[in-house]
């Protein structure tokens, strides 16, 4: 399994306002840092599909996030991100048969 972590900014601005007093990252940029991550590791996720996301804790600002992903069967890649040893998200990526090739 490849792993990288990812910093976001205690101040970023989604934590302003999602939601105010107790401050979390929304899914959807947990989800936009992670495919970005990929991008930097050499895996193009341009034109990707994400067929399955679950959400399990909050991340709130300050932490890391740890990012792990494999591939599987049918040109599919499973990714894991943690934060403290507790699981945060977990997602499928269907990538396109350009990125597939590029990750062999």
Request: charged letters at 20%; hydrophobic letters at 45%.
């Amino acid at each position: 399994m490849n792993e990288t972590i990812i910093e976001i900014a205690p101040d970023h601005p989604a934590f302003a306002g999602h939601f105010p007093g107790h401050p979390i990252l929304p899914g959807a940029l947990l989800l936009a840092q992670a495919m970005q991550a990929l991008d930097r590791a050499g895996l193009s996720t341009r034109g990707c599909g994400i067929s399955s996301a679950k959400f399990h804790s909050p991340l709130a600002p300050g932490e890391s996030l740890c990012l792990r992903w494999e591939a599987v069967a049918g040109g599919s890649l499973r990714l894991e991100l943690s934060a403290g040893g507790r699981r945060v998200a977990s997602a499928t990526l269907v990538l396109r048969a350009e990125s597939r090739a590029e990750r062999r």
